[in-house]
């Protein structure tokens, strides 16, 4: 079986520190959201360990609660400062505190380079981990012999469309994510949260819908048999599978047919925006 991958673009893998002490709260929902985006992510639950961890690995960012049981967030933006592998990696402050607060205003005269307020959309959290990460490679091109940083005049642009699309994901942070990316793409988007809810947004739907973008594994219709039902009942739409299965075993169950495309989870936004418009394209 020879089930077409589409996500073989070579990309370096940021690496980012996030410091936080709650088990449970809106900043460890992002750590799930930027592991299926394919950032490398340490956590750790104090300020030492962080700053521990940070200058053994160099990371692209670091991430941390205002507030830490054991520093505050002026020393630990003060200590992350003093190490010399760490002078210029990216400090993103997150709290409930106003921008404009004493405690926020003082963690930026200590060396923070950012602040996120609490609470925020994924969309949010996204782009500013996108401009801080892609700001240290931009800094960091001399250290990195294996990557070719292009001048931000040449870089290429992510492909866009006005396409209609149907996405289908029953994961709720994802669903939303890939949704504002793909508005962002310019792109009208219709969303379901699984088989049998696409159906029914489809028949509801006046217009063209041009592609499916689907998860393989949903709980109530697999993505190969929502394909097939919206296929019958609108010819010519195209279809783009997602999937964090490798593709040993979507083809060993027999997943998709073999010229189908999938894209292999976690993915990057440029490789969603180019797959896309080769499967509209084509």
Not at 134 to 157: N, Y
Not at 223 to 228: F, P, Q, S, Y
Not at 259 to 274: G, I, N, W
């Amino acid at each position: 079986m020879s089930t077409h991958r589409a996500d073989e673009e070579e990309i370096r893998v940021s690496t980012v520190v996030v410091i936080h002490d709650y088990p449970v709260d809106e900043l460890n929902s992002m750590i799930l959201l930027l592991r299926e985006l394919a950032f490398n992510v340490e956590t750790r639950s104090t300020g030492e360990e962080g700053l521990n961890i940070a200058a053994a690995c160099r990371p692209d960012l670091i991430i941390s609660d205002m507030t830490l049981p054991d520093m505050s967030a002026v020393e630990l933006c003060r200590r992350i400062r003093e190490y010399p592998q760490l002078s210029a990696v990216p400090i993103l402050m997150v709290s409930g505190l106003r921008p404009d607060s004493q405690p926020v205003v003082e963690a930026h005269v200590a060396g923070a380079s950012d602040y996120l307020r609490m609470p925020y959309s994924p969309m949010t959290f996204l782009l500013k981990i996108v401009k801080l990460t892609s700001r240290r490679h931009l800094d960091r091109g001399a250290d990195l012999p294996a990557v070719t940083i292009p001048e931000p005049k040449s870089a290429p642009d992510i492909p866009r469309g006005t396409e209609t699309l149907l996405l289908v994901e029953d994961d709720e942070m994802l669903r939303s994510l890939t949704r504002e990316l793909l508005e962002l793409f310019g792109y009208k988007v219709l969303v379901a949260s699984g088989g049998r809810n696409a159906i029914a947004v489809a028949d509801q739907y006046p217009g063209h819908i041009h592609a499916l973008l689907t998860d393989l594994s949903m709980p109530e219709i697999s993505g190969r048999a929502l394909a097939e039902e919206l296929v019958r009942s609108r010819p010519g739409i195209r279809v783009l599978y997602m999937s964090g299965d490798t593709p040993a075993v979507i083809a060993h169950h027999g997943l998709v047919h073999e010229d189908a495309r999938v894209l292999q989870k976690p993915f990057s936004a440029k490789t969603l925006a180019q797959v896309l418009r080769q499967i509209l394209k084509a």
